[in-house]
């Protein structure tokens, strides 16, 4: 087998591997199907870029991919953030993000859809850590990793986004039983 | 949250470490010490504080509900696709297997900019040398005007009529 083709189907290994999580994170960050699969692609396409060791699954790969991903989804939040205020959109977005019956769907319990919208209220900064931290399950020395945060700053972080979800899951619950 | 509900909170009577650690600093450690992301000495001084404290039980409770929350609509909340496009993953393949091509789309201002600037330099180029060439094909260009028509010129000869 030729050296090009092994690197290809050790890439195909690696994209098989890390492809769901990754579209799964970038879906959760940008909010957005569509630009989870961009953002993923590109992903990928700087891992072939930039990537000088073989291709092979494990932490430090991952990490990196997560890393990459992390970046790829920041970028593209502040583009959208930056087109809807010039659009004059931002306000009415963030409207609709607040509103607890948007995103109801079947199947979905209450508390869940409490949970999810009170991780709205928070600024995209917190959003990402507990995404991280909750969802992905990520390590503190992981999340510091990903986004270049130190350890301390990430627990800093999330203990008040915490606090903040903790508030805000309330406050919607009772709205919603006055509601 | 109540920050002050340590004065409600059963006062233990023990003078240990642990018992004397205010609720405030609790709370502050409490998402970490939930998240296994603290060392083994204080994570034991947030558990005994837990022990005998009702409070700050009830705040680690409603931290643990939020959580929970969170982690069941991200199973609950159904993924768009769970795998890239074929188009996409085409297109990361062919990074691989065109690199220099890829180096190209990657760089595609560097690159523009180079292929004008070498097309500018051949413009420059080509025009200097035709600037240069135009007087030499003049020269030694033989041009007679109407030798041979003009009676009585010195060296003129009148065509032969045809028969």
Known sequence: MKSADRRLDALERVMSVYETQLLRYAGRIASNPSAAQDIVQETFVRLVRKWHAPFEPGPAISSWLYRVAHNCAVDFIRRESRASVLHGKHAEQQEAAADPEIDRKDGLSDRAILAMNALKTLNDREQQLVVLKVMEEKSYREISEITGLSTGNVGYILHHAMKKLAVAISRMGDEHEQG | ?163
């Open chain 2, 1 to 163: 949250m109540n920050m002050n509900r340590d004065s409600n909170a059963p006062k233990p009577e023990s003078p240990e470490p642990a018992l004397r650690l205010q609720c405030a600093e609790i709370e502050n450690v409490l998402f970490d010490y939930m998240s296994h992301e603290m060392g083994e000495a204080r994570a034991l001084l947030v558990r005994e504080h837990l022990r005998h404290c009702p409070g700050c039980r009830v705040t680690a409770a409603g931290m643990q509900e939020t959580v929970e929350a969170l982690r069941k609509a991200s199973r609950e909340i159904p993924q768009e696709a769970e795998h890239l496009s074929d188009e996409r993953r085409s297109r990361v393949k062919w990074a691989l297997l065109h690199p220099v091509l890829e180096w190209m789309v990657h760089h595609h201002a560097v690159v523009s900019i180079l292929i004008a600037v070498a097309v500018l330099l051949g413009l420059v180029y080509s025009l200097r040398r035709a600037g240069e060439r135009k007087p030499e094909d003049l020269t030694g260009i033989a041009i007679t005007i109407g030798q041979g028509y003009v009676d009585g010129h010195e060296g003129g000869t009148q065509p032969e009529k045809s028969p």
